[in-house]
């Protein structure tokens, strides 16, 4: 399974077609996604975050030279890997004030619908420390909308006549005070 061939980390598509290679010391993953890109991710991330990847390799022969990831598309699979890597850093290295400034600014500057798509890689791929910080970061962007909002953060059609939509408004009342209304 393990090639003596030298080759660099990288989170980018590559056209490498080996499932595990070895630079130095360190083992190198090669995961092809569903839009048939080649992902080569360092074992410590791979393993760490990516229990679907563990399951795989446990059951594979040593002859398997690629791991299929059949639900998952390039864009949001680079973010999430990217994410992953910082997160392994600090568990080599824990600092907790350090780590939530780092995924505060990385999950900041990443739109709602880029945020959603990492969300369905995290769970995907069952990563669940991330998932509930992937989870938590959409909660806090949600929290106190409007209804609206709320619509168009989940790409959610309204379905509501007015009237319909101004009864339950009315019926619930409480469930509208405090809202931002603002997008």
Not at 49 to 55: E, G, P
Not at 138 to 147: F, G, L, T, W, Y
Request: net charge negative; aromatic share 8%; charged share 35%.
């Amino acid at each position: 399974m393990a090639s003596s061939a030298q080759t660099t980390e990288t989170s980018k598509p590559s056209t490498e077609t080996t499932a595990e290679t070895t630079t130095k010391s360190t083992k190198i993953i090669t995961l092809k996604i569903s839009d048939e890109a080649i992902f080569e991710v360092e074992d410590s991330v791979a393993m760490e975050i990516l229990v679907i990847v563990k399951s795989f390799l446990k059951d594979q022969s040593p002859s398997t030279k690629i791991v299929p990831l059949p639900n998952i598309l390039a864009k949001p699979f680079s973010q999430f890997i990217e994410f992953c890597k910082e997160h392994v850093m600090f568990k080599e290295n824990p600092d907790k004030e350090k780590q939530k400034k780092i995924s505060e600014f990385f999950l900041k500057e990443k739109s709602n619908e880029e945020l959603l798509d990492m969300i369905t890689v995290a769970k995907y791929l069952e990563a669940e420390d991330l998932l509930d910080l992937l989870s938590q970061a959409a909660a806090d962007r949600i929290q106190n909308k409007s209804v609206e909002y709320m619509r168009k953060f989940f790409g959610i059609e309204n379905d509501f006549t007015p009237e319909e939509e101004a009864k339950l408004c009315e019926e619930r009342s409480w469930a509208f005070e405090d809202v931002d209304e603002g997008y």
